[in-house]
């Protein structure tokens, strides 16, 4: 089956500690991105990557950082310098090139920092 | 910057009544999306409207742009306890780059059987 697999589901971790979220895809899809989810609200753009080996900052990038070295995986790392680090990420990717692309998206990654 | 609202924040209806939520946009867009996201699950893309004046329909769903491209609604008929979640609308800035997507805060939509 064809889609998008994030892990882990749920994630627990101390302050002060970084944590990296996987985002594999088997869709072939050029285009990958990270979304932040909080409670009523819509979702944020952290990263974007359009093509391997190449990334750009979304609308609320501080504190995380991103790799693309396959066009397969885009993980997220979200770092100490994270103030508010406690949400839901989403990862999605689009066939990308055109405007027109809908995003497909995993099933999240549920980060909570005690 | 570039804004993308919708109302309202959360609606419940009896089953069989029907919804709509509407999304504004403080700058004009190509395109608009449609999502759809079910509680505890991940958005689901409905459907996307490119023209002005665009009206589409998914069976018991009807979907507009606006004529100036700033403002979109999504209506559901005679709404079924499947049409529960979070609807949200998402537009693409005229002019912008074409990866970046502005999510509306959704609409929650509780649907009493």
């Known amino acids: 089956d064809g889609g998008i697999t994030q892990s882990p589901k749920y994630l627990f971790r101390k302050e002060g500690q970084n944590v990296t979220l996987s985002c594999e895809q088997n869709?072939?899809?050029?285009?990958m991105y990270w979304y932040r989810q909080d409670p009523g609200q819509g979702l944020r753009l952290i990263y974007y990557?359009?093509?391997?080996?190449?990334?750009q900052k979304g609308d609320i990038a501080e504190g995380y950082s991103v790799s693309r070295e396959k066009k397969e995986s885009f993980p997220l790392t979200v770092t100490s310098a994270q103030k508010n680090p406690t949400a839901f990420y989403l990862c999605?990717?689009?066939?990308?090139?055109?405007?027109?692309?809908?995003?497909?998206f995993g099933e999240g990654s549920r980060l909570t920092v005690l | 910057g570039q804004q993308v609202m919708q109302i309202p924040q959360y609606q419940h209806v009896q089953e069989g009544e029907d919804f709509t939520t509407y999304c504004n946009s403080s700058?004009?867009?190509?395109?608009i999306q449609w999502y759809k996201q079910r509680p505890g699950g991940h958005p689901v893309f409905l459907i996307q409207?490119?023209?002005?004046?665009e009206v589409k329909k998914q069976k018991r769903l009807t979907f507009q742009f606006g004529e100036a491209k700033k403002n979109s609604s999504l209506h559901i008929t005679a709404t079924q306890t499947t049409d529960v979640g979070t609807y949200f609308c998402?537009?693409?800035?005229?002019?912008?780059?074409?990866?970046?997507?502005?999510f509306g805060k959704g609409t929650l939509l509780t649907v009493n059987p």
């Open positions: 999605a990717s689009s066939i990308g090139s055109t405007n027109t692309g809908e995003l497909f």
């Open positions: 869709l072939n899809h050029d285009a």
């Open positions: 990557s359009q093509i391997v080996n190449d990334f």
């Open positions: 700058t004009t867009l190509s395109n």
């Open positions: 409207l490119v023209k002005s004046g």
């Open positions: 998402a537009g693409r800035l005229v002019g912008g780059s074409n990866y970046k997507l502005t």
